[in-house]
């Protein structure tokens, strides 16, 4: 049985500081693996600058290549946003001022005590006879236009703009559309485990699975495996989930969560069903694994608080570590975590708390304790410890960032009941 | 005096894994430096999949819209590698195997003990008529080849090599031809204001420069502006450092740092210099401002540490706030923010410690203090005070950004002295 052949789509990114050197053009990426999932293939992407007539001649490159173009970028207030007429034009299509939405624009900044600047007013130029996207997170609406049988739609460059008017007013239709193939995709993600030692334990899946596209990616800390069926709906359903059920045998609880659940969010899921709290002292992380922590909304159901000490007066001080203890043994050691810990347990009244000290570099590295050396310990309300030694390789941001991960996974496994001793 | 138009370029990056959802073509922004540095202009990028008919039509949409045209990648043993014989068919030249050169290839091989796998064969197909250009790094050598007056250079996809290949036998080429005419590129950075504000202070200034490219690029709680100016050296340099001196005056002290300087840094530089020390007492940024500033190596010269308070009794026993402030004005409020600053002041025994307190969302906003309300204080050892309410917008990610750079940018004008009373 044969799938319909999948629809193909190109992506055009707006944005002059997208050629230069500074900007990468990252929409697409995430654009692709949305059009994926409907069974659409991108098969180019470029880039051009905030140009009208260079914008024009890029759309008609994009439709000789593909039935369906998307647009980021360049709806913005400023002079050099040029999209929205650049694709009136090139449609053959007048704009037209929609004075009700420039009126509701207006109250809106009023709202917020101050008048709306004049050359916002442009953001409520519509193309005639072109769908229009709200956008529920910006000012600059969206906009589905049709050219000799092409169907453009033009999206935001602001990337949770960009996302929010995808995911709720085009992906829908497209899935629609799509009807016979699709394809999905299943990460399973993974932390505190190095890419190699994860390629190990799934090589011989491969040879079963080598029809489908299955990719490692490694990042920092933490490394993701991309699975990847194809087919109807029902095929690709039951596809994925076998191969997902392979992946996960031999991967077993090294897999902290799956698709979109960071690490921060599966530990913060852990801790509001136990209804327990959560405090830290870190050092080398500087107050990374706080940040991760509460980036998650709601967190403040769990999160009490955390003392970042990077002074030892601070360790001293705000978390009790005794100064026989940072004597003896440095502030970057096992009984200083374990003080560290114990000291922001008691003093955030927390149920359970994690500490890190370490060496981030690219300084204060020693022959015992190079650069990379992380010490974690966290202590619970029940008087247990868990400890660790790592090291951890790379620069500073990549140490700082493995080791948030670290303590994250450490944490994990304590809340499942699966850290083993030390 | 003038200087010469700038030559502009496109470039094409090939891999079908490129256009799916996890691989990004980044040697076009290298690339894009490199030809910036030689007066050349990128004028679109594109990435296109390892399909022979779809790379020759890029091609054409490519030499349609610059006179010169890199591709990068393709140029593998393997059978999705077809750049080379794309490029010949498209520039209407056979291709030709060099057997002195395959014979090296070989040997090379052997002298690793191991025979040459067939399908690196053809990497020693060359296209007639084109120049080589020798990888010192890889197998795969890249071309340089012409159609109706359109350059094309092909290199290779890995990163190494093609660096390697454009610095020694492609930039020197270019920049002679250039006769002297290069770009000179300076970022001026602003915090604590949003874009339209910025652009409204600088708009008077479009018309004196409106022959060089003038960005705008705004991020949460940061806009740059890019100034180039292109010409021989010297012209570039004088023309740069006019415009800067121009935009300058109109920005004032509001430029916190330039180029590659985040506000992290620029705030480091101040402390270092003036031997303060620093300590936060963070709430809604849940310890983002401290992640910035100790992700500066050395930092902990002046950074003592953080309390990180998101439950109310953390700010009473870590910071000493009063349970009557919190309960007369609540968590998020100026008395609350000051003592906050005031207390992780005294118990780091800092010189600075700056407070924020606001209300990151979805949840907890109120028709007083709605989502976004943040509460900044900055308290020093001599016992002056600076305070600010500010009123942000966007999601909980823009929010807790946008404050932590607020916060940053509040201490930046506090340790200039340039905090105006609130």
Redesign the interface.
């Known amino acids: 049985m044969t799938a319909a052949p999948p629809r193909s789509a190109a992506i055009v990114a707006i944005g002059?500081?997208?050629?230069?050197?500074?900007?990468?053009d990252?929409n697409s990426?995430?654009l692709?693996?949305r059009l994926?999932e409907a069974g659409i293939?991108?098969?180019?992407?470029?880039?051009?600058?905030d140009d009208p007539a260079?914008l024009r001649?890029?759309l008609d490159?994009a439709a000789?290549?593909a039935p369906l173009v998307f647009t980021t970028g360049g709806l913005?207030?400023?002079?050099?946003d040029v999209t929205v007429a650049a694709v009136a034009e090139w449609a053959g299509a007048p704009l037209r001022r929609n004075e009700a939405f420039l009126q509701a624009m207006r109250e809106r900044f009023e709202k917020?005590?101050f008048p709306m600047?004049e050359?916002?007013a442009k953001q409520a130029d519509f193309i005639v006879g072109a769908d229009v996207l709200a956008n529920p997170?910006g000012t600059a609406p969206g906009f589905r236009a049709r050219k000799d049988g092409v169907e453009i739609v033009i999206l935001p460059g602001v990337p949770?703009e960009m996302k929010e008017i995808f995911e709720t007013l085009v992906l829908p239709v497209l899935r629609e559309r799509a009807g016979g193939t699709i394809a999905r995709?299943r990460v399973l993600r993974i932390a505190g485990m190095g890419e190699s030692a994860v390629e190990q334990l799934v090589a011989p899946l491969y040879e079963k699975w080598s029809e489908d596209p299955v990719?490692i990616?490694a990042s920092p800390g933490e490394v993701q495996l991309?699975l990847v069926a194809r087919g109807t709906p029902d095929e690709a359903e039951r596809r994925l989930a076998e191969m997902e059920a392979d992946f996960r045998k031999v991967l077993g609880d090294r897999v902290f969560g799956q698709d979109g659940d960071d690490l921060a969010v599966v530990v913060g899921r852990l801790l509001k069903e136990s209804r327990r709290?959560i405090?830290?002292a870190?050092s080398c992380s500087?107050?990374?694994?706080?940040?991760l922590?509460?980036?998650v909304?709601?967190?403040?159901d769990y999160?009490?608080?955390?003392?970042?000490?990077?002074?030892n007066?601070?360790k001293e001080?705000?978390l009790g570590v005794a100064e026989d203890t940072l004597r003896a043994h440095g502030a970057v050691s096992a009984p200083a975590a374990r003080e560290m810990a114990v000291g922001a347990r008691e003093?955030?009244?927390a149920d359970v708390a994690v500490s890190i000290t370490g060496i981030a570099?690219?300084?204060?590295g020693t022959p015992e304790k190079p650069v990379g050396t992380v010490f974690f310990a966290i202590a619970t309300r029940d008087g247990s410890l868990v400890e660790r030694r790592r090291q951890l390789f790379g620069d500073?941001?990549v140490i700082?960032r493995t080791s948030a991960l670290h303590a994250l996974e450490l944490l994990r496994r304590t809340l499942t009941g699966k850290a083993e001793a030390p």
């Open positions: 002059t500081e997208m050629l230069g050197p500074l900007r990468q990252t990426l995430w692709s693996a994926e293939r991108v098969v180019r992407k470029s880039v051009v600058g260079a001649d890029e490159r000789s290549a913005g207030p400023t002079a050099d917020r005590g600047p050359c916002n997170k949770s995709r990719t990616l991309h709290s405090a830290l870190e500087g107050g990374l694994v706080s940040t922590l509460t980036d909304p709601g967190s403040s999160f009490l608080g955390s003392v970042v000490s990077y002074a007066s601070a001080q705000l003093r955030f009244d570099g690219p300084d204060g500073r941001a700082r």
